[in-house]
Nanobody, 113 residues
Framework: QLQASGGGLVQPGGSLRLSCAASEISYTNQVIAWYRQAPGKDRDFVASIRSTGRIVYADSVKGRFTISRDRAKNTVYLQMNSLNQGDTAVYYC?????????WGQGTQVTVSS
C-alpha cells in the first residue's frame, strides 16, 4: 500500500514536497521511486532511492529535486524546488522489488502563474 500526497498548485520558481507513505520501505533490494505523467505523455521516471541508500535522478530534475526517506515513518519524500511549467504532471510513487511493482495513487502537481 502506497499513499502519495503533497501535490498542489504552485507558481513557477516555487517549491513543493511530496510524500509517499508505504507499509514498508526497508525491504532488501527494494526501490522506492517517483514517476510523473503529464497529460498526453508517457509516465516518466523522476527519482529513486534504494534500500541501500543509493539515489538516482532523472537529468531533468537534477539539482532541483531531492529524494529522501524516513525509515521510522516508512515514508519517502520528494522535495521539489525551482519548479517550472514542465514539471506539471501527476506524480506517482512506486515500490519495486524484483519483477514486482506496486503503485500508489497519483498526486497532481500544477505549476502555473
Amino acid at each position: 500500500q502506497l499513499q502519495a500526497s503533497g501535490g498542489g498548485l504552485v507558481q513557477p520558481g516555487g517549491s513543493l514536497r511530496l510524500s509517499c507513505a508505504a507499509s514498508e520501505i526497508s525491504y532488501t533490494n527494494q526501490v522506492i521511486a517517483w514517476y510523473r505523467q503529464a497529460p498526453g505523455k508517457d509516465r516518466d521516471f523522476v527519482a529513486s532511492i534504494r534500500s541501500t541508500g543509493r539515489i538516482v535522478y532523472a537529468d531533468s530534475v537534477k539539482g532541483r529535486f531531492t529524494i529522501s526517506r524516513d525509515r521510522a515513518k516508512n515514508t519517502v519524500y520528494l522535495q521539489m524546488n525551482s519548479l517550472n511549467q514542465g514539471d506539471t504532471a501527476v506524480y506517482y510513487c512506486a515500490s519495486q522489488r524484483g519483477p514486482y511493482t506496486d503503485w500508489g495513487q497519483g498526486t497532481q502537481v500544477t505549476v502555473s502563474s
